[in-house]
């Protein structure tokens, strides 16, 4: 199997059962979406699904959130990986946006990358959720599952992964195409013990198919 029949069968089904996949982050505004991100890092979505409500009521928009003192914030999300840090990103990160950007969420990753706690793996996140832009974001689920089934050839770090994806789904594709891999990482291809009996592309998957072949 040639790399551009995987991709094509990989997508053709991720198509079929997934056709509008979508982060399962909450938020209302590309805002909230950002701090949301900020917060998941290292972190579960159900986690930060649980934190956040009272965040965003209590902070609407950067200028507020530019004011707060971190012993504020952290009260609301103590209970997140590595809440001192996050604390001070997010306060960091919406005095910037409230100073040099006027309140207004950068549209393209170098601005968004300005932003303290903010790496290319978020940037990519808000550019793909908000504006539905061919932007990839590789996080573990994606670094991981994109080498496991062979979308990748032992891709050596998430950047060089990024570059093949982009070389291979098509443009209108990826912004569905960072859903497709977080959610079959998340649910069906996990780090420990994969479901393979449940995976709908072990026809594609180049590490089942060679287990299969021994």
């Known amino acids: ?31 909230h979406l950002l701090l949301a991100v900020i917060l998941s890092a290292q972190c579960t979505d159900k986690r930060i699904n649980m934190v956040t409500p009272a965040l965003f009521e209590r902070f609407p928009d950067a200028e507020s959130l530019a004011a707060a003192s971190e012993e504020e914030v952290y009260g609301y999300i103590r209970s997140v990986t590595f809440p001192n840090n996050k604390t001070r990103s997010l306060i960091k990160a919406a005095r910037m946006l409230h100073e ?65 994806l982009m070389r291979y789904i098509p443009e209108h594709l990826v912004s569905r195409a960072h859903h497709w891999l977080i959610l079959h990482g998340r649910y ?17 998957c180049k590490s089942y198919n060679k287990k299969s072949n021994k």
């Open 100 to 164: 040099d950007f006027g309140g207004e969420m950068p549209q393209d990753i170098d601005n968004l990358m300005k932003l303290p706690g903010v790496g290319r793996k978020t940037a990519n996140v808000m550019l793909s959720v908000v504006w539905n832009k061919a932007a990839m974001a590789v996080d573990t689920h994606v670094f991981r599952v994109s080498n496991r089934i062979g979308l990748t050839n032992d891709s050596p770090n998430p950047r060089e992964t990024e570059k093949t």
């Open 188 to 204: 069906v291809c996990k780090a420990r013990r994969p479901d393979c009996l449940d995976c709908p592309i072990t026809a594609y």
């Open 1 to 31: 199997m040639t790399i551009k029949q995987r991709y094509e069968g990989v997508i053709s089904v991720f198509q079929e059962i997934m056709p509008e996949p979508k982060t399962e982050l909450h938020y209302d505004t590309p805002f």
